[in-house]
């Protein structure tokens, strides 16, 4: 009879938390593309806008109208600072879920060899089992029937 793998829960539990990661992961991955890409759509915003003042200059315009650009400008670059520092601070997490996983997938795969190693093992000492049992029938009949006959 097999014995049962003694390390099962502790696999068991390896596979959930390497799940968990995972999943986390791909969270931490679409943050980030979430926030490049509202990065690239404030520069591309900003970019439209400075288009719209070189145009607005060219057919001449007050300072009021003038100040007002600028002013909206230096907002536009504020924000674009802003969500710059979340885009680096959603990359560092992405590293570091990413660290995370290989060492909770790094964990699983050993606890997985070590399964794979007893269910090796148990399954050598089964088919030695089965060639002791048929050791011993060939060995009943040769004891019964010598020469192999059948009567």
């Known amino acids: 009879m097999s014995q049962p793998f003694t390390l099962q829960p502790l696999l068991e539990l390896m596979q959930n938390r390497t799940d968990e990661a995972t999943r986390k992961l791909g969270q931490l991955i679409a943050a980030e593309q979430n926030a490049k890409s509202r990065l690239q759509m404030l520069e591309q915003y900003r970019a439209e806008y400075a288009d719209k003042l070189r145009d607005a200059i060219a ?13 909206f400008l230096g907002r536009i670059d504020e924000a674009i600072q802003q969500q710059t520092r979340v ?3 959603t990359e560092n997490n992405t590293l570091h879920g ?10 699983l795969k050993a606890i997985d060899t070590l399964s ?3 269910d090796a093992k148990e399954k050598q000492r089964e088919e030695k089992r089965e060639q ?8 009943r009949k040769y004891a019964t029937d010598p020469e192999g006959r059948n009567n």
């Open 132 to 139: 002791k049992l048929l050791d011993e029938f060939s060995a």
């Open 87 to 89: 885009v680096q601070q």
């Open 59 to 71: 057919q001449g315009m007050t300072r009021q109208v003038l100040a007002n650009y600028q002013d």
């Open 98 to 107: 990413q660290q995370h996983w290989k060492e909770q997938n790094t964990r």
């Open 116 to 118: 794979l190693r007893h």
